[in-house]
């Protein structure tokens, strides 16, 4: 089984290279996040022509979730609690259940500055994730948390640490908040497979800092314990962050043994 993750910074913009990615990568499961559409814009019908079904959360212009599959696609709940509160209709956070495997797509607040009143609501919401996961799941179920959680979090997953320590998304109390799902039981089994440094999912646009190597592995793929146990092979797919209108994520895939 192949999940795959991407933050695309816009369907709208990204669907021609979306569809082209699937159709030569071939996941199983997509999560996508940053889709910038309104669940009344979402391209399903594109999806169901390559084989896929498609369960979204979207609000237009910002944020946006959703989930690809084509092992089937059961028990849908958009946010935390599938109501109309904040965190559904901010479209950060879905679930779905595809091919016996419980699925998170997430789009963690970007938190823009350490000590800023965004980066408090983002502790906060990575907080409610931690308790969310803790009241819903069990870590001896076959469980996945993928998307881009704006951390990185280790030093090795920032190009130079020297330089960004104390900035958002390396701060540690973001770090700590990853921490705290990894010690509920989740795995970074990305980093479990490939254990090297260098290896980075984000860069940003300006001052050719992809061409140069300047990025952070903030995109993640959380397993459960039992479902980590059979990951196999894992990749950041560089080759989709080249070319004309990419988006800044590069997708990650990670496989599964049955």
């Given amino acids: ?16 290279r979306v569809e082209e990615w699937l159709a030569y990568a071939e996941p199983d499961v997509l999560c996508m996040q940053e889709t910038k ?12 022509t390559l084989g896929y079904e498609a ?7 910002w944020n946006g979730v959703a989930i690809l599959s084509r092992v089937g696609l059961k028990d849908v709940v958009a946010g935390f609690s599938d109501q109309a509160d904040d965190e559904v209709v901010e479209a950060r956070l879905l679930w779905a259940t595809c091919g016996g495997v419980r699925v998170g797509s997430v789009y963690v607040p970007n938190g823009r500055s350490v000590g800023s009143e965004h980066y408090e609501a983002k502790l906060v919401w990575l907080a409610r994730l931690r308790r969310h996961i803790e009241s819903s799941y069990d870590p ?3 469980l996945i948390v993928c998307g881009d959680y704006n951390v990185a979090p280790t030093d090795d997953d920032a190009w130079d640490p020297s330089k960004l320590h104390g900035a958002t998304h390396v701060s540690p109390p973001e770090r700590e908040a990853v921490g705290a799902l990894l010690d509920w039981g989740l795995v970074d089994t990305f980093r479990t497979l490939r254990p090297e440094t260098g290896i980075y999912s984000w860069w940003d646009y300006r ?10 592995r903030i995109d993640l793929a959380l397993a459960t314990k039992p479902l980590a ?3 196999t092979f894992a990749l950041i797919d560089r080759n989709a962050r080249k ?7 590069a997708p990650m895939v990670i496989d599964f043994d049955p």
């Fill in 207 to 216: 001052a050719g800092d992809f061409h140069e190597g300047r990025g952070l």
């Fill in 229 to 231: 146990e059979r990951a």
């Fill in 1 to 16: 089984m192949r999940i795959a993750t991407w933050n695309v910074n816009s369907l709208k913009i990204r669907l021609p």
């Fill in 140 to 142: 001896n179920e076959p």
């Fill in 55 to 61: 369960v979204y959360c979207g609000q237009g212009q």
């Fill in 37 to 48: 559409l309104a669940d009344s814009a979402f391209p399903a019908m594109a999806f169901q």
């Fill in 243 to 249: 070319g004309k209108q990419p988006s800044d994520h």
